[in-house]
Every structure is written in C-alpha cells, then in structure tokens.
C-alpha cells in the first residue's frame, strides 16, 4: 500500500517535520520507515520510501517537497533554456543515498522490495506549475502551444526515469512502478499524442531487466488500455473503476493492481469488509491480481483497519483468482 507508513505512530515519531527530501537523504532511516508497514501489516512486498521528484531535484532542478503542499519549484520550467537545467542523472553520483537505501532493505527484507519512478508526465507537471495543480493550465498550454519544447521536456524526463530505475533493479528491487499520478488530468486522444510515447520509452528502456512492470495514475479510467499499451504488465487502477469493468479495458494477461477506495478505511468495519470482499469478488475467476487501495493511504487511516483488511485479503484471496466460497457466497 503506497504511504502506508503514513499513518503508523512509530513512522510520525522518526520522521520528525520538515521536507521528505531530508528524510530520504538518509539511508537508515529511509529504510526504516520503507520496513514500518511491512512489520505492521504484514504486507506482500514493500514500495521503496522516496519521492518522484528526486533525481529531478538531484540534478538541481530546484525542487522541495514542502509540507502539506507537496512539490515546489523555485523557477518552474518555461522555456528551452530550462532544458540544460535538466542535466543527464547519474544515479551512482547524483542519488547515491537511494540507493544505498536499496542496499540496505535489499539486506533486510524478508519480502520482495519494488522500486519507483515518477512518469515524465506527472513530474513535468510539478516542474511547470512549480507547485501541485488542479487544472494543469500552463502544462497543457506547452503542450499544444510548443509540442516540441514538450516533447524535449518529456525525452529528458523518461532517461531520467530509466536511469534511476535501472540502478535500483541493479541493486535488487524486484518488480518497479512507474507513477503517472496526475495523467487522469488528460483526455485520451491528448494522453496517446503527448504522453504515451514517453511512458512508453520507460517501459522500453528496462523491459530487458526483465521484472514485473507497474503502471499507475489517479482518475485514468478512460486511459486504462494506453497505460498497458505503453508496455506495463500491471496496471493500478484507482476507485472509480470497477476491477470488472477495468479488465475489459487493458488487452488479456494484464494484471490489475487496486482498487477499494481509501476513504472506506474510516467506515465502520462492517462496510469496509463488504467492500474488500467486493473488490476480490470482481476479479474471480482472473488471475493476476495485487489487492492494494485505488490511491495512497490517508495519514489518519487507523493503522488497526489496515491490519484487518490485510488479514482479511490473504485469508479469502487466492493466487490463481479464485476467492474463497465465503466471498463468493456474499
């Protein structure tokens, strides 16, 4: 479950305040809050405690992570000449404390570790906007106002993306994702134009490694085909989507990964449970199936109902798509 540590009080008592950049700068305790959750809730796998702006901002971009806000920009991207700004990232060099992190839980883990990378979309639009957007009007104005500064942009952003996520399968992590959180902005026919030959090249640029790729965005139900068409063998898939009706949309073998919304985390457990069931229900019969939340954990999320649905998924989930006769019964 992405920031599942959120939510824990032994994650708020180390993490102390101030950028998450501070934090992630240091190993030891970047995988530590990455271990939190596995310990807590006895989870499948661990997602690596960084942030997506990371090499844009080890490269010097000038980019924070303010608190409460999230990614800020001190001079956002606006012409060619914010191009050099975007030197190539040497990930041994530039982000030699992640990886170090990835040593460290490569180490300690006793459940498979999958590395991440920001999608050139979604960080392009932080660096843009220089801050988090809800209407991504300058983003859009480049696009189709200077596709090919756009596009030079998006080339830089994705070797970005492939080098950070080579060095980390390199050292161990076993499966990557590849985060497009804000792609559900766009409209189909502008994702396949300005977006889906970048992700692609991601996908492209690490398939010879040869571990499971995860594609993933927040309201992307009319881009669910593309994101697989980009070379994802997983595709995550927010609440909006029903798990069935999404299989529809990506072509036979893709797996799902999602999808109960986060906010049933705070109904009385009754309703949440009916939910979980719901969600494995949707998907018997189809194998290839990563039970997670359709977005990331809410910091008041009470650790205890994540435990249970955990619980709850390895008792009733089955490997092969099958669920258990009580679910399918209910």
Request: glycine content about 10%; charged content about 20%.
């Amino acid at each position: 479950m992405r920031q599942a540590g959120r939510s824990l009080p032994e994650y708020r008592e180390i993490r102390g305040v101030g950028s998450i950049l501070d934090a992630i700068a240091d190993p030891e305790l970047s995988a530590e809050i990455t271990m939190q959750p596995v310990r807590r809730y006895g989870v499948d796998a661990a997602i690596l405690y960084s942030d997506i702006v990371v090499p844009a901002a080890a490269v010097g971009f000038g980019v924070d992570v303010a608190p409460g806000v999230g990614p800020v920009v001190e001079r956002p991207f606006a012409s060619a000449a914010d191009l050099q700004r975007l030197r190539p990232l040497e990930p041994d060099v530039d982000t030699a404390h992640v990886l170090e992190t990835v040593r460290i839980l490569v180490r300690e883990l006793s459940v498979p570790l999958i590395g991440f990378a920001g999608a050139p979309f979604t960080v392009a639009s932080y660096l843009i906007e220089g801050r988090p957007s809800r209407t991504y009007t300058r983003t859009k104005a480049m696009m189709h106002g200077d596709p090919s500064l756009w596009h030079a942009l998006m080339e830089r952003l994705a070797e970005m993306a492939i080098a950070s996520l080579r060095s980390q399968i390199a050292l161990g992590a076993a499966a990557l994702q590849l985060f497009d959180s804000w792609a559900g902005a766009l409209a189909p026919p502008d994702y396949e134009r300005f977006v889906l030959p970048h992700s692609r090249r991601v996908f492209e640029g690490v398939a010879d490694l040869g571990v499971p790729r995860i594609h993933f965005g927040v309201g992307t139900g009319e881009l669910l085909g593309l994101m697989a068409a980009a070379g994802a063998d997983v595709v995550g898939v927010d609440w909006r989507v029903p798990l069935d009706v999404a299989r529809t949309r990506v072509p036979p073998g893709t797996a799902l990964q999602g999808n109960l919304d986060p906010a049933l985390c705070f109904a009385p457990w009754e309703v949440t449970e009916a939910a979980v069931r719901d969600v494995l229900r949707r998907n018997a019969g189809n194998p290839g199936h990563i039970f997670n939340l359709g977005h990331g954990v809410m910091p008041e999320t009470d650790p205890g109902v994540l435990e249970r649905i955990v619980e709850l998924v390895h008792r009733e989930g089955r490997c092969d798509g099958t669920i258990s006769p009580e679910v399918a019964a209910s």
